[in-house]
């Protein structure tokens, strides 16, 4: 079993102030420690109530030109590098919390997001980290763009990236990450880039208010004109530029040979961000950009709510149980051949855990169905009812002097057949308190971990005559 982690938030409250990439406007971000399950939010203090965007794949509205998200109306540009940081530094929980729609773009990469978070510091908190582990291969492909992710089992986080956009200038490259506690040293200070003829087509539509040579590297595609020159001379508010002879644009020097390629490894770390859960597994992003990376995240993200939702809880079979079925049979007054528990694993104020080893010797499989013996749902249900009686009954001093009986179901739904030879174990937790001796309780089967039967129950007991 994989060792459990502590959730972390940070330590204390620290501010970076900047400017926005795309909106050119001054921002003040705030990275403020957050409670355990809280995960990444964004909050917009600039507007009427202080609205806040949870850091969610499904918000993400476009991705032209960094990952946008929007939920009712409110907007955060440029998401990706600060929550890059985030996974990077391994903080769970935190607010960000902003004066404006955008983080501030400070040199194009994570580096100073991870400065900020070294200076405030990380504590542990008391919840344990919910891992992802990925068990089967998950794929998306842009069919138009050839862009593909898929992520395969590992031991830990791993991503690799593989770009080619096609131009001589940059070429093909690869970055991989082995281990996130290698983000700071390896991936956080590669700044994004742009292809010349991408920034003049921004140029000439105010798209790139908040860029300068200090934060973007500019990759020369294509032979550059006097005019055009003149051009990013002045929104660049620099003297004189030139063309450097590996094909960037000078007064920058690249990080590494491969600083692209790991630009777009931060930014897959930060748009899978949005899963809103740590992976376990290894991602391999060929060709990879905001589109395809966000509409990985979302298929990801859903496949993961689906498997949180049928979650099979792991109980040791092996271990005494704290009521054998002659205990049970003290409690409840269910005699063979309708006594449908043998074993209560657990049981406390709020829950039951109780378990059937169901055998070919059951009455019921004689006409039910010859030849094909499956476990009818009514007495599926009814054996979950039995171990919510338990629950019940554990309330009242004398429980060999009660029945129980049915007053509602709601809501059963029947996933899969019960065979001869299965072992089911039942969890009932109540969805009210006991009262007057009415139990309102969510029941689940489960059998092979998978979800088989589940339904709301409502029993009473009442004294025998």
Same mark, same amino acid.
């Given at each position: 079993?994989?060792?459990?982690?502590?959730?972390?938030?940070?330590?204390?409250?620290?501010?970076?102030?900047?400017?926005?990439?795309?909106?050119g406007e001054n921002v003040t971000m705030k990275l403020i420690p957050a409670p355990e399950n809280h995960g990444y939010a964004f909050k917009r203090i600039d507007l009427e109530g202080a609205p806040v965007i949870n850091a969610d794949a499904n918000y993400v509205i476009n991705t032209q030109r960094g990952t946008n998200l929007e939920k009712n109306g409110v907007k955060i540009?440029?998401?990706?590098?600060?929550?890059?940081?985030?996974?990077?530094?391994?903080?769970?929980?935190?607010?960000?919390?902003?004066?404006?729609?955008?983080?501030?773009?400070?040199?194009?990469?994570?580096?100073?997001?991870?400065?900020?978070?070294?200076?405030?510091?990380?504590?542990?908190?008391?919840?344990?980290?919910?891992?992802?582990?990925?068990?089967?291969?998950?794929?998306?492909?842009?069919?138009?763009?050839?862009?593909?992710?898929?992520?395969?089992?590992?031991?830990?986080?791993?991503?690799?990236?593989?770009?080619?956009?096609?131009?001589?200038?940059?070429?093909?490259?690869?970055?991989?990450?082995d281990k996130i506690s290698d983000f700071k040293t390896e991936v956080a200070d590669a700044r994004t880039f742009s292809f010349l003829h991408e920034l003049e087509v921004l140029l000439e539509n105010g798209l790139i208010k908040g860029g300068d040579l200090n934060n973007a590297i500019v990759y020369v595609d294509k032979e550059i004109s006097d005019s055009t020159m003149k051009?990013?001379?002045?929104?660049?508010?620099?003297?004189?530029?030139?063309?450097?002879?590996?094909?960037?644009?000078?007064?920058?020097?690249?990080?590494?040979?491969?600083?692209?390629?790991?630009?777009?490894?931060?930014?897959?770390?930060?748009?899978?961000?949005?899963?809103?859960?740590?992976?376990?597994?290894?991602?391999?992003?060929?060709?990879?950009?905001?589109?395809?990376?966000?509409?990985?995240?979302?298929?990801?993200?859903?496949? $993961?709510?689906?498997?949180?939702?049928?979650?099979? &809880?792991?109980?040791? /079979?092996?271990?005494?149980?704290? %009521? +054998?079925? @002659?205990?049970?049979?003290?409690?409840?007054?269910?005699?063979?051949?309708?006594?449908?528990?043998?074993?209560?694993?657990?049981?406390?104020?709020?829950?039951?855990?109780?378990?059937?080893?169901?055998?070919?010797?059951?009455?019921?499989?004689?006409?039910?169905?010859?030849?094909?013996?499956?476990?009818?749902?009514?007495?599926?249900?009814?054996?979950?009812?039995?171990?919510?009686? $338990?629950?019940?009954?554990?309330?009242?001093?004398? &429980?060999?002097?009660? /029945?129980?009986?049915?007053?509602? %179901? +709601?809501? @059963?739904?029947?996933?899969?057949?019960?065979?001869?030879?299965?072992?089911?174990?039942?969890?009932?937790?109540?969805?009210?308190?006991?009262?007057?001796?009415?139990?309102?309780?969510?029941?689940?089967?489960?059998?092979?971990?998978?979800?088989?039967?589940?339904?709301?129950?409502?029993?009473?007991?009442?004294?025998?005559?």
């Amino acid at each position: 079993m994989a060792t459990k982690i502590k959730q972390r938030t940070i330590a204390k409250e620290v501010t970076l102030q900047g400017v926005g990439l795309h909106t050119g406007e001054n921002v003040t971000m705030k990275l403020i420690p957050a409670p355990e399950n809280h995960g990444y939010a964004f909050k917009r203090i600039d507007l009427e109530g202080a609205p806040v965007i949870n850091a969610d794949a499904n918000y993400v509205i476009n991705t032209q030109r960094g990952t946008n998200l929007e939920k009712n109306g409110v907007k955060i540009q440029t998401s990706e590098h600060v929550l890059a940081a985030l996974v990077g530094m391994e903080i769970d929980n935190i607010l960000i919390e902003l004066d404006a729609p955008e983080p501030p773009i400070m040199d194009g990469s994570s580096k100073y997001f991870v400065e900020a978070l070294e200076k405030a510091g990380a504590i542990d908190q008391e919840a344990d980290r919910e891992v992802y582990v990925i068990k089967d291969v998950v794929s998306y492909k842009d069919e138009k763009t050839g862009s593909e992710i898929t992520v395969i089992p590992s031991d830990n986080y791993q991503v690799t990236t593989m770009v080619d956009f096609g131009t001589k200038v940059l070429g093909t490259q690869n970055a991989t990450l082995d281990k996130i506690s290698d983000f700071k040293t390896e991936v956080a200070d590669a700044r994004t880039f742009s292809f010349l003829h991408e920034l003049e087509v921004l140029l000439e539509n105010g798209l790139i208010k908040g860029g300068d040579l200090n934060n973007a590297i500019v990759y020369v595609d294509k032979e550059i004109s006097d005019s055009t020159m003149k051009k990013l001379e002045k929104a660049f508010n620099i003297g004189k530029l030139s063309v450097k002879p590996n094909g960037i644009l000078d007064n920058l020097t690249l990080h590494q040979p491969n600083e692209a390629a790991r630009h777009k490894l931060l930014d897959v770390i930060g748009d899978l961000a949005l899963t809103g859960t740590r992976i376990q597994g290894k991602v391999i992003a060929n060709k990879p950009g905001h589109f395809v990376n966000t509409q990985f995240a979302k298929k990801l993200s859903k496949i $993961i709510k689906a498997e949180r939702r049928n979650k099979v &809880p792991q109980y040791n /079979l092996n271990q005494p149980p704290m %009521m +054998d079925v @002659v205990e049970i049979m003290r409690r409840l007054p269910h005699r063979p051949p309708f006594l449908l528990i043998d074993s209560i694993l657990e049981l406390s104020d709020t829950h039951v855990v109780g378990t059937k080893n169901v055998t070919m010797n059951e009455p019921f499989f004689v006409g039910h169905f010859p030849g094909a013996p499956v476990m009818p749902g009514v007495l599926q249900v009814e054996a979950m009812a039995q171990t919510g009686g $338990i629950l019940v009954l554990n309330t009242v001093p004398d &429980p060999e002097n009660y /029945l129980t009986f049915f007053m509602k %179901m +709601d809501n @059963v739904k029947f996933k899969q057949k019960v065979l001869p030879g299965d072992t089911l174990i039942f969890h009932c937790s109540l969805i009210t308190p006991i009262r007057r001796g009415i139990c309102h309780m969510q029941a689940y089967a489960y059998a092979n971990n998978k979800l088989v039967c589940e339904a709301e129950l409502m029993a009473q007991i009442a004294k025998k005559n």
